[in-house]
């Protein structure tokens, strides 16, 4: 088996985008908010199934998975790979349009469902060391939860350190997927536990997948590094930029060229090359 990266927008929606196969979604649905006993999910409706981009480089038609449960709860699942400026803000946008336009102007508030939105995140979000946090209204000085139709819960790939041998909880076991499918070749034992969980193995086998898939797997691959590529060069440059900025006025402050090279942890030459490339100008 070759299991696919499931960070890779084409991977993430085949597995929880599946109208054909909801077993996954509602498997990780309640294990990410820790839902049990009569407030488990049971059923799903998609509202955005599972598509992929028809030409090299073209975006994943669908950014979020979007669904319904049984009870009419609304839920968002999201792949963030790159910390936005933002971000927070963005997902408290989305989740509070999902929840107002359940109902229409003049419409009773009672029709409202909860919803709840899932950031599965690439990045360290939050100075909490736990890997897994949930984020609920709460009264500042009781706790006392009577807002609940919003709910938030972010998964920070970053700080899951597990080895296989100490997952426990079902959210551990999804994250470990999520994680490490790559590195994996067949479905561990942990996976047979859980029906959402095995089947979301064996949708991420490549092996199983159509060409027509594959090929827009590695589209999207192509673009995520091309795009990882621009934003390095972007820092790079906004880097050197400040370091033009800085040397240039310590130069016209009559600083020494290898005071400014320690003063700002350059070496001499490329301190003098700057100050020789405002020279020319």
Known sequence: MQFADIKNDIAFRKIFGNEQKTAPLISFLNAALELE???QVVSVTIANPYQFPRIAGEKATILDVRATDQSGRKFVVAMQVADQTGFDKRVQYYISRDYSMQIDKGEDYPLLHPAYFIGILDFPFGTDTDYHTRHLIMNKVTNEHLM????????ELPKFTKEMTELESPIDKWTYFI?????????PDFANEDEGLKTAFLEADKYQWSKE??????NVTIKEQDERGEREKATQR??????????????KDNVPSNKIAIYLNLSENRVIQIIDSHKDK
């Open 37 to 39: 006993g009569d407030h």
């Open 148 to 155: 609940k139709d919003i709910q938030f819960s972010f998964i």
């Open 179 to 187: 994680k490490h499918s790559e590195e994996l070749h067949v479905i």
């Open 213 to 218: 898939e594959l090929k827009a797997y590695d």
């Open 238 to 251: 906004a880097i050197e930029e400040r370091e033009t900025m800085a040397v240039i006025e310590m130069y």
